[in-house]
Every structure is written in C-alpha cells, then in structure tokens.
C-alpha cells in the first residue's frame, strides 16, 4: 500500500499541474502563444539548470566507476530500445514529424523527476549501509544515462524530420548535440564536478569550498547554488503548466493508436524486459530500485518542449506525456509488488 500511495502521490502533481494549465487555456487567461513561450523558457533555461543540479549534487564522479556493471546494462539497454524503437517507428508510423516523438517516448523515461524520488522509497527496507550504496547507484546512473537520454532523444528529433525538403546529416545532427541546452548543461556539471576533484578537502573528505556543502545538505549552500536551486525548482512546473496549455482531449481520438503504441511500450514492455534481464543477469537487489525508476517510470516531461524546438508533433508529444504519466501509476505499483513478492526488494 505504501508504493501504491507513493507512485499516487509522484504522479499526481505532474497531472494536476498538467490541469491546472489546462484550465488556463480553457478561461483564456493568456494568448495562445503564452504555452509556447513557456516551453521555450523550459527549454532553454529551466530545464538546463535542472541538469546541471542533478550532475552537481553528485558528491564523488570517482562513484562512477564502482558501479561499471550497472552502467553497461543499463546503457545497453536503452541503446537497445533506441534500435528496436527506431524499426518500429520506421515501419509502422507514417508521419516523419510523429516518428521521432515516439522513438523518445519508448526509451526515454522521466528519471531525473519521478525516478530519483522513488527510489526513496524503495530502499526504506534496507539496512543503513545498503540505503547509501543503493542511492549511489541512483546517483551514478543517472549521471550517465540521463546525458545519454538528452543526447538519444536529439537524434530521434533530428533524423526523420526534413530540412527544406533534405533529410539532416550527420553532420547537423552532431551540431544540434552540441548546440542543445541540455546537452551544454550536462557538459557544464561534469566538467565543474570534475575540477571539484582538485579542490582541498577538509577532515571529513569534503571540499573545503564548493556551490554547496555535503556535509550540512542544504544549510550552508552558497547564494549561487541556492540560486540554481530555485531555477530547478521551477523546471517542471512550468513545463507541466506549458504542457496543460497545449493540450486537447479533441486530438486523442485523432492519435489513440498511436498514444496507445507508445504508452505501452515505455510502461509496460520496456521495464518488463530490462527487468527481467536484469533478474538474469543476476543483480543484487540493491541494484533494482535504480532500475525499477529507471525503466519504469513515464516519459519524460522534457519531451515536450524538445519536440517544439525541434520541429516535431508537439500535440502526440504532450499526449504521450499525460498518458504515459497516469498509466504508470498503475504499473509501477504493480512492478513494485512483483519485485517485492520474489525478493528483488
């Protein structure tokens, strides 16, 4: 009951806050173009900042290592996904613009928000040493997969759409990579964590100056940090209420098939099979909370408004969202009891 009230809890805010911009739309409180003004503030600058703090917050980048395993197999099989939902799309949706929105949709899932706190709640049972390493493992993969997410999703954005009638080269695509705001902001907090490795640490192994301080969290932050913090705060609100604003009930019977495609494959295929692989591969329960939130979780928020910068269905996108969202909550509570029942928990 305890991980049923807690997916509740995780999702319904993202759905209300997705209503409470709907409502906006429906009293008109702002001109049309107020939802598409919002995503590219997200986009560009909320969201990158909401990366930038989730690689920062990481104590040690050295972590990355102790985990090698968990990475591969989680790197693999997302890049796994990406090919099998690139087959899928290529054959079985028509319009370019939708492809790639719902390539993003099977591999890409809303870690960084829902995954990082329901991990929280997975590792409650735990013992004390095993609570701080299966937060590390959570930290560690989200270091790497959610750069790896970000860098996935732009080529899926990039390489069905059409530019002046000519498909995007490589060449483009790469340049986009570069160019993105996330991207850069990713970039930007690996690149800061690892100087952080040359500063003097004091007598408790913390650096004796950083935007924040490990050893008091969250009391003796610098203006800056608190500053990011703040930024990051508001990333999925207003995504979410940008989100509201775009959305129609008119265009589900339009795209039913494909929200249905999509849904099911990032909520129930997707975690089924890496979890079960993951089962076979003989993990250690410590490792399955990160890949419960990992796997499990809807589609990410962020989706959105990387389909609006870059050209795609931003409606099938948004849909995609709301629906992957409330479907979750009924298959991770399901997930959970499962991986509790056979001793994965």
Do not use: H
């Amino acid at each position: 009951m305890d991980s049923f009230l807690f997916t509740i809890n995780a999702v319904f805010p993202i759905i209300l806050c997705i209503a409470i911009g709907y409502f906006i739309k429906r009293i008109n409180l702002f001109p049309e173009s107020f939802g598409v003004l919002l995503n590219k503030l997200s986009f560009r600058v909320l969201l990158p900042v909401l990366l930038f703090k989730n690689i920062y917050d990481i104590k040690d980048i050295r972590a990355l290592g102790n985990y090698w395993q968990a990475i591969l197999f989680s790197v693999g099989v997302i890049l796994a996904f990406f090919i099998i939902g690139f087959i899928i799309v290529k054959f079985f949706i028509k319009d370019d613009r939708q492809k790639g929105v719902i390539l993003q949709c099977i591999f890409r899932s809303n870690f960084a928000i829902i995954g990082i706190g329901l991990i929280e709640l997975l590792v409650v049972n735990l013992s004390g040493e095993q609570v701080i390493l299966a937060r590390g493992i959570g930290a560690v993969l989200s270091a790497v997969t959610i750069p790896l997410f970000n860098v996935l999703a732009i080529i899926s954005l990039s390489i069905f759409v059409k530019t002046e009638e000519k498909k995007v080269s490589p060449k483009d695509i790469l340049i986009k990579i570069c160019k993105n705001p996330l991207i850069i902001a990713v970039a930007l907090g690996l690149i800061v964590i690892s100087l952080r490795l040359l500063i003097p640490v004091d007598a408790d192994s913390n650096p004796v100056f950083t935007l924040r301080y490990f050893a008091q969290y969250g009391t003796n932050d610098t203006f800056i940090y608190t500053t990011i913090k703040y930024l990051a705060q508001a990333a999925s609100p207003i995504a979410l209420i940008a989100l509201g604003l775009g959305f129609s009930f008119s265009a589900i019977g339009r795209l039913k098939y494909k929200i249905i495609l999509g849904t099911t494959l990032r909520v129930i295929a997707v975690p089924v099979i890496a979890l079960l692989f993951a089962w076979i591969f003989k993990f250690d329960m410590l490792y399955f909370p990160a890949f419960i939130a990992l796997f499990g979780t809807p589609t990410a928020v962020s989706s959105v408004p990387m389909a609006q910068e870059m050209d795609n269905d931003t409606e099938l996108a948004g849909q995609l969202v709301v629906w992957t969202t409330i479907s979750s909550s009924i298959t991770l509570f399901i997930m959970i009891l499962v991986s509790s029942s056979i001793g994965l928990l």
